[in-house]
């Protein structure tokens, strides 16, 4: 099994910044994708990005693009979604993932490529 415990969220200005946080335990990280995801009120969950294990090759929803950024540190068993430039249509609850495997070169985007999922953390931003 795999524990993900989501920190960092918050209630911010349009404009701001917020890092979330997402550290892993009860499996070796090294060797899972990992992602994040959102949903808003009364929306679908959303991906928002995604890394792999090895390459460290990420992708983002468009949306966020030049905005968001998710990076992992292996040896602390974390990864990280940083977000500048937030805007209200970011508020929403964010769920860190965990994938079994990790292919090289690819960074999963789908909500089925990952077995592992988080309690939530709540981003609200203010307009």
């Known amino acids: 099994q795999v524990q993900l415990v989501e920190s960092g969220g918050g209630l911010v200005q349009a404009g701001d910044s917020l890092r979330l946080s997402c550290t892993a335990s009860?499996?070796?990280?090294?060797?899972?994708?990992m992602g994040w995801f959102r949903q808003a009120p009364g929306k679908e969950r959303e991906f928002v990005g995604g890394i792999s294990q090895s390459d460290l090759t990420t992708a983002y929803l468009d949306s966020v693009k030049g905005r968001f950024t998710i990076s992992r540190d292996n040896a602390w068993n974390r990864v990280y979604l940083q977000m500048n430039n937030l805007k209200p249509e970011d508020t929403a609850i964010y769920y860190c993932?965990?994938?079994?495997?990790?292919?090289?070169?690819?960074?999963?985007?789908?909500?089925?490529?990952?077995?592992?999922w988080g309690q939530g953390t709540q981003v609200t931003v203010s307009s």
């Open positions: 993932a965990a994938a079994r495997t990790s292919l090289y070169g690819i960074a999963y985007t789908r909500q089925s490529q990952y077995e592992y």
């Open positions: 009860g499996r070796p990280f090294e060797t899972s994708t």
